[in-house]
C-alpha cells in the first residue's frame, strides 16, 4: 500500500506517519527529513534547500522529486508499504509520483488530507521545538521535554525553528493554499482523497486513519 499525508504545516502530519509507522509498520519518507539530513551535512542541495526554507517558501519540484526517486530506488523501498510525509506538495509533484509508480505498476492507494485551521496551526508550531542532535519534536505546552531546553532521548539542545514564527507561519499558509490545494482535486478525481479533522487531538485522528486505512 502507498500513501500520501497532505496538509499545512502544523496539521500533524509528522505525528500521525509516527503512529502509522508502529502501528501498520509503514515505511516512513518524509520530504523534511531527507532536506534536513542535506542541510546538516551542509551539501550543496541542503545550502539551496535552506535558502527556500527559512522564507517560508517551498523547494523547487525538480529537487524534491529528485530526492524522492533517489531514495525509493536506491534503497530498494519502492514494493514495500510507504507513506510520502511533506511530499507530493504540488499537482506536478503528484504527477511525478504516480509516474515513478506506475513505471513500476503501483500506484497512490489513499491520499490523507489533515485539514487544520490557521489558529491551531499557529498554536501548535509558534511552541515547537526540536532537538539540533537528534531532530526529536516538542512542544512547550502539548508535548514538553522532561528538563527544559534538553532533549529526553540524547541530551541535545532544543531550539525554535528559524521558520516556527508567526509571520512566516501565515506565509507559509499563503504558500500551502496556493501551490498546494490543487493536489486536493488531483486526488479527489481519482477518488483517493480522504479529509481527517486535524484540529481534533492525535489520538481522534489516528483513529480515523486506521478506519480508513484497514477498512
Do not use: W
Not at 500520501?4 to 501498520?24: E, F, I, Q, Y
Not at 546538516?40 to 535552506?50: D, F, R
Not at 488531483?186 to 492525535?202: C, H, I
Amino acid at each position: 500500500m502507498k500513501i500520501v499525508l497532505l496538509g499545512p504545516p502544523g496539521a500533524g502530519k509528522g505525528t500521525l506517519a509516527g503512529s502509522l509507522k508502529d502501528k501498520l509498520n509503514f515505511i516512513h519518507i518524509s520530504t523534511g527529513d531527507i532536506l534536513r539530513e542535506e542541510m546538516k551535512n551542509n551539501t550543496h542541495l541542503g545550502q539551496e534547500a535552506k535558502s527556500y526554507i527559512e522564507k517560508g517558501e517551498l523547494v523547487p519540484d525538480e529537487l524534491v522529486t529528485r530526492l524522492i526517486e533517489n531514495k525509493l530506488l536506491s534503497n530498494g523501498l519502492i514494493g514495500k508499504d510507504i507513506m510520502f510525509d511533506g511530499f507530493p506538495r504540488t499537482q506536478n509533484q503528484a504527477e511525478d509520483l504516480d509516474r515513478i509508480l506506475s513505471e513500476k505498476n503501483m500506484c497512490v492507494d489513499y491520499a490523507l488530507y489533515l485539514k487544520a485551521s490557521l489558529s491551531v496551526i499557529i498554536k501548535r508550531l509558534t511552541g515547537r521545538r526540536v532537538c539540533r542532535n537528534c531532530g526529536a519534536l516538542y512542544h512547550i505546552i502539548n508535548m514538553p521535554p522532561k528538563k527544559d531546553g534538553i532533549c529526553d532521548k540524547c541530551s541535545g539542545e532544543l531550539y525554535q525553528r528559524a521558520d516556527d514564527n508567526e509571520e512566516t507561519i501565515k506565509n507559509r499558509m499563503d504558500v500551502y493554499n496556493q501551490s498546494t490545494a490543487p493536489i486536493l482535486e488531483f486526488y479527489e478525481k481519482q477518488n483517493k482523497l480522504k479529509v481527517l479533522n486535524a484540529d481534533e487531538g492525535a489520538a481522534e485522528v489516528l483513529k480515523a486513519a486506521l478506519g480508513i486505512l484497514n477498512g
